[in-house]
């Protein structure tokens, strides 16, 4: 899986203990999933998009990229990346039926400026205001740029998907972005059974996890960025019921998705060589 030429190495279908350990812990990490010159090509889309003034980019108080939301509408090579056998064909396996696009995030973490995302399950979000009926739906990142212990990494609380949806309050004033978020009590109990998960890795290190999985991510005060691509996957039967945030945060086009060749990158990663 970490050779450039041999893209029939990649991981398309999950082995069983890969999905043994994902019902189990709620995540599963897979390193070297995208070659360097993918992630690369890629990385070099994102400056792209955060450069744009559109309102689907969110900023951070400081000015700087938060998110990009649906870049696949607006960029060719996110497009191509939404549509990934390396990522959609897991999905499909685990949710054993065909997946659309519930939102698509490009992720900063702006070196010394990346604020914090507070201890959250994504599907609290997507019922409360989208009414997604089920947490049959998942989240699948691509980690564009090394994703260390200093610059800002993902925390999960493991097991804590077998939890359930918890109760949560509405941050609008902690960060840049509104969320429901998790009380200190809560997010202490479930740490206290299950401990702190921080899965670090190299570019092009690809992980799923649940959306009642407990996460979050401290702040980047370090001097090196993080990037980090977010599909949210729902099965189709699943689609939401509500209309309330915009459309471009809550997708409202539930085709499911057809996975391209797992080549659909190549020239991307040519360009930006």
Request: negative net charge.
């Given at each position: 899986?970490?050779?450039?030429?041999?893209?029939?190495?990649?991981?398309?279908?999950?082995?069983?203990?890969q999905?043994?350990?994902?019902?189990?812990?709620?995540?599963?990490?897979?390193?070297?999933?995208?070659?360097?010159t993918?992630?690369?090509?890629?990385?070099?889309?994102?400056?792209?998009?955060?450069?744009?003034?559109?309102?689907?980019?969110v900023?951070?108080?400081?000015?700087?990229?938060?998110?990009?939301?649906?870049a696949?509408?607006?960029?060719?090579?996110?497009?191509?990346?939404?549509?990934?056998?390396?990522?959609i064909?897991?999905?499909?396996?685990?949710?054993?039926?065909?997946?659309?696009?519930?939102?698509?995030?490009?992720?900063?973490?702006?070196?010394?400026?990346?604020?914090?995302?507070?201890?959250h399950q994504?599907?609290?979000?997507?019922?409360?205001?989208?009414?997604?009926?089920?947490?049959?739906?998942?989240?699948?990142?691509?980690?564009?740029?090394?994703v260390?212990?200093?610059?800002?990494?993902?925390?999960?609380?493991?097991?804590?998907h077998?939890?359930g949806?918890?109760?949560?309050?509405?941050?609008?004033?902690?960060?840049?972005?509104?969320?429901?978020?998790?009380?200190?009590?809560?997010?202490?109990?479930?740490?206290?059974?299950?401990?702190i998960?921080?899965?670090?890795?190299?570019?092009?290190?690809?992980?799923m996890?649940?959306?009642?999985?407990?996460?979050?991510?401290?702040p980047?005060?370090?001097?090196?960025?993080r990037?980090?691509v977010y599909?949210?996957?729902?099965?189709?039967s699943?689609?939401?019921?509500?209309?309330?945030r915009?459309?471009?945060?809550?997708?409202?086009?539930?085709t499911?998705?057809?996975?391209l060749?797992?080549?659909?990158?190549?020239?991307?990663?040519?360009?930006?060589?």
């Open positions: 899986m970490t050779s450039d030429s041999d893209p029939e190495s990649h991981i398309m279908k999950l082995d069983q203990e999905i043994e350990h994902f019902h189990s812990e709620g995540y599963l990490f897979i390193p070297d999933c995208f070659s360097a993918e992630t690369s090509g890629l990385l070099e889309e994102s400056y792209k998009v955060y450069a744009m003034d559109r309102e689907e980019v900023r951070e108080n400081s000015g700087v990229a938060r998110t990009a939301f649906a696949h509408t607006y960029n060719e090579g996110f497009r191509l990346l939404g549509a990934h056998p390396r990522l064909k897991p999905v499909m396996q685990l949710l054993d039926e065909d997946v659309y696009m519930h939102q698509y995030k490009v992720n900063a973490k702006a070196a010394f400026d990346g604020e914090v995302w507070q201890w994504d599907f609290g979000t997507w019922h409360r205001d989208d009414e997604m009926p089920e947490p049959r739906a998942m989240n699948i990142a691509i980690y564009l740029d090394d260390t212990a200093a610059n800002g990494p993902l925390l999960f609380i493991p097991r804590s077998k939890d949806t918890l109760p949560a309050g509405h941050d609008i004033e902690t960060t840049s972005y509104p969320l429901w978020t998790l009380d200190r009590e809560t997010v202490t109990r479930l740490a206290e059974q299950g401990g998960a921080t899965p670090v890795g190299k570019a092009g290190s690809v992980v996890f649940h959306c009642n999985l407990v996460h979050a991510s401290p980047n005060i370090s001097p090196f960025g990037t980090i599909l949210s996957l729902c099965a189709v699943n689609h939401i019921r509500r209309y309330k915009a459309e471009f945060i809550a997708h409202r086009d539930f499911p998705i057809a996975p060749a797992d080549n659909c990158l190549s020239d991307l990663g040519a360009e930006a060589a």
